[in-house]
């Protein structure tokens, strides 16, 4: 009843929320993407889109099909595999950036860890900024980071803007630095803060300084001062600064998946591919909590 095809790529759009996006990311023809959503929507015989020259939104019928879409697209792959006899094994080196700690990337790689059992994932959570530095010196086989601004390489997952974030009773002294939150260098959320501060004219210090997220969350929800962070990843118990406080905008931030370099085909290639695969397919639970 449902093309694979159309649903790969309603999940695209789904993810990045829009069609030219995910047009690049899926090596086709905005047209080609518009044309495979039409299809769709005929076929559900619902709008799964809200679209305007502007934004690109899920209606209450698309936050449905996007689970559907997901299922059927992961039992798809399952009996290709099996019907196919191709068996995935090896060593595959994954990075994950610390931002995704606590989303359901962890199911994820669970599902991936149960469809093809010999593949030996080894994991390293890290800084994103981190994290592209050990992609380039050939230590890790795949990536989902941030990507850094000056960068165009990588699989879009998903677009998201930063916000700043911190504990709902915290007020901000106009008269006094800003108390900021932040990973250690070279994280790319760092930079982005100071940077931002430093346009603005804008005095800071450091309240706190750690790599791990959890450390972060805790010294927020403490009132300690304020961090920047994906609007989709906000962690609970936080809330965004209100713009009162007149701290800068932060700009937009993509979230994309690496390649190793000068990748060959053979094992370490074509389990990348795979769990790339998975990941693109979930990408949507990658920006909602557990």
């Given at each position: 009843m449902y093309d694979p095809t159309q649903l790969r790529t309603f999940l695209a759009v789904a993810q990045t929320l829009s069609f030219t996006r995910a047009a690049r990311r899926l090596g086709l023809r905005q047209s080609t993407v518009s044309q495979h959503v039409r299809r769709l929507e005929d076929t559900a015989g619902r709008q799964l889109f809200l679209r305007d020259t502007h934004s690109v939104e899920l209606t209450e019928d698309g936050e449905a099909m996007l689970?559907?879409?997901?299922?059927?697209?992961?039992?798809?792959?399952?009996a290709a595999a099996f019907f196919t006899g191709t068996r995935l094994r090896g060593r595959l080196r994954f990075g994950a950036s610390e931002d995704f700690v606590l989303t359901r990337l962890p199911d994820i790689l669970e599902a991936f860890r149960h469809d093809h059992p010999e593949v030996d994932l080894e994991l390293t959570v890290e800084l994103s900024g981190t994290l592209h530095e050990q992609l380039a010196a050939g230590k890790l086989d795949l990536v989902l980071a941030k990507r850094r601004p000056e960068d165009t390489a990588g699989e879009p997952v998903w677009h998201d803007r930063l916000?700043?974030?911190g504990a709902e009773r915290l007020r901000l002294d106009p008269e006094r630095p800003v108390p900021l939150i932040l990973y250690p260098p070279p994280g790319i959320t760092r930079a982005r803060a100071l940077e931002a501060l430093e346009r603005q004219g804008r005095p800071w210090r450091i309240a706190c300084t750690s790599g791990?997220?959890?450390?972060?969350?805790?010294?927020?929800?403490?009132?300690l001062g304020v961090m920047a962070h994906s609007r989709g990843l906000m962690p609970p118990g936080l809330t965004r600064v209100p713009e009162r406080a007149g701290l800068p905008e932060l700009g937009e931030v993509d979230f994309v998946l690496l390649h190793g370099r000068g990748r060959r085909p053979g094992t370490a290639a074509d389990t990348a591919d795979a769990l790339a695969a998975a990941i693109l397919a979930g990408g949507d639970r990658l920006h909602r909590s557990r």
């Amino acid at each position: 009843m449902y093309d694979p095809t159309q649903l790969r790529t309603f999940l695209a759009v789904a993810q990045t929320l829009s069609f030219t996006r995910a047009a690049r990311r899926l090596g086709l023809r905005q047209s080609t993407v518009s044309q495979h959503v039409r299809r769709l929507e005929d076929t559900a015989g619902r709008q799964l889109f809200l679209r305007d020259t502007h934004s690109v939104e899920l209606t209450e019928d698309g936050e449905a099909m996007l689970g559907f879409a997901r299922r059927l697209l992961e039992v798809h792959e399952q009996a290709a595999a099996f019907f196919t006899g191709t068996r995935l094994r090896g060593r595959l080196r994954f990075g994950a950036s610390e931002d995704f700690v606590l989303t359901r990337l962890p199911d994820i790689l669970e599902a991936f860890r149960h469809d093809h059992p010999e593949v030996d994932l080894e994991l390293t959570v890290e800084l994103s900024g981190t994290l592209h530095e050990q992609l380039a010196a050939g230590k890790l086989d795949l990536v989902l980071a941030k990507r850094r601004p000056e960068d165009t390489a990588g699989e879009p997952v998903w677009h998201d803007r930063l916000v700043w974030i911190g504990a709902e009773r915290l007020r901000l002294d106009p008269e006094r630095p800003v108390p900021l939150i932040l990973y250690p260098p070279p994280g790319i959320t760092r930079a982005r803060a100071l940077e931002a501060l430093e346009r603005q004219g804008r005095p800071w210090r450091i309240a706190c300084t750690s790599g791990s997220l959890s450390a972060l969350i805790a010294a927020a929800r403490a009132g300690l001062g304020v961090m920047a962070h994906s609007r989709g990843l906000m962690p609970p118990g936080l809330t965004r600064v209100p713009e009162r406080a007149g701290l800068p905008e932060l700009g937009e931030v993509d979230f994309v998946l690496l390649h190793g370099r000068g990748r060959r085909p053979g094992t370490a290639a074509d389990t990348a591919d795979a769990l790339a695969a998975a990941i693109l397919a979930g990408g949507d639970r990658l920006h909602r909590s557990r």
